[in-house]
């Protein structure tokens, strides 16, 4: 198949570094058709990625998957609307210490439960959540014309180890190698 200019598939869950934004940028300066898949497309332009590259932002996806939601309505928003029914929506006099009260051991018990207990868990489970949200938001890309898929991070691997099984003509790489689509001097972009 011939296209005249390659596409490649950059992964790169984590928060936009100076590493990964110099590499898409020389991808960009070599004629190279990019897709990012990335947590926040805010955070990727505000660090200075060209906003031509098609950003396919899954964090809300991400949120909305149940392993998060449930953990979220049960360690925080039911707590907190039970709270809200107990002690009124505006409590007065001593009402109120005790709603207070109510409020702060509530928001220190469910943040101990969520660092200690469910963050250990979820980060095991997360490359699986993240590579399961992402192929839903991925779509519309054409990857029978993908030719390299880049992983800029470990939470990216399980994405990029299914797109490439799925999509075996491409080349999956941990490499910000660029050498594979550098241009002849004097050829234009």
Partial sequence: MTQSRPLVIVVAFSVPDDRVKDH??????????LRLIAMNAAAWHDFGLDRSVPIHEIHEAEERHPVRWVENALLFRLPR???????????????????????????????????RIYMPAYRV???????????????????????RIIVADVNAITLAWHLAKRFPQAVATT??????????AGEPA
Wanted: hydrophobic share 40%; glycine share 8%; no cysteine.
């Fill in 175 to 184: 490499n910000l190698d660029v050498k594979a689509y550098e241009r002849p």
């Fill in 81 to 115: 609307r039970l709270i809200r029914v107990v002690g009124g929506e505006r409590p007065e006099g001593p009402r109120k210490a005790r709603v207070t009260r109510m409020r702060r051991t509530h928001h220190r018990l469910a943040e101990g439960v969520h660092n």
């Fill in 24 to 33: 898409l940028d020389l991808l960009l300066s070599q004629g190279v058709d």
């Fill in 125 to 147: 489970v997360r490359p699986k959540v993240l590579a399961m949200v992402a192929m839903r938001k991925l779509r519309d890309v054409p990857f029978g014309q993908v030719d």
